[in-house]
């Protein structure tokens, strides 16, 4: 499974940034997509989804109104846009994929609290203050 993450830099506060996952059809099609960021010193964190079937979304608490996670069936991508930057926001950004096993009426974050199937390849983010 493909989860190729990208769009990371650095990047003044206040400034934004779009992070994008490529993938397959079948991924974007079936399984639950996430990201999760890890700063530096600090434990793995998971930031935003999409659910496969209603494409409903979550978002951390942290970055509700400042994240918005979106998909493209054309380029089989899930992006994270990112607004309003704050250097809290630095860490490496990972894509991830979960199988829903037939929950699709779950919420994405209650999919990935039970874990993750698979990780990309992680994106660094830098905000300068």
């Known amino acids: 499974l493909q989860l190729q993450a990208s769009g990371g830099g650095l990047v003044q506060s206040g400034g934004s940034l779009r992070l994008s996952c490529a993938t397959s059809?079948?991924?974007?099609?079936?399984?639950?997509i996430g990201w999760f960021r890890q700063a530096p010193g600090k434990e793995r964190e998971w930031v935003s989804c999409?659910?496969?079937?209603?494409?409903?979304?979550a978002y951390a608490d942290s970055v509700k109104d400042r994240f918005t996670i979106s998909r493209d069936y054309s380029k089989n991508t899930v992006y994270l846009q990112i607004d309003r930057l704050k250097p809290e926001d630095t860490a490496v950004y990972y894509c991830?994929?979960?199988?829903?096993?037939?929950?699709?009426?779950?919420?994405?974050?209650?999919?990935?609290?039970?874990?993750?199937?698979?990780w990309g390849k992680g994106t660094p983010v830098t905000v300068s203050s």
């Open positions: 991830a994929a979960t199988d829903p096993k037939g929950y699709f009426a779950t919420s994405c974050q209650r999919i990935f609290s039970s874990g993750v199937d698979y």
């Open positions: 059809r079948r991924t974007l099609d079936y399984y639950t």
């Open positions: 999409v659910s496969s079937n209603s494409g409903s979304t």
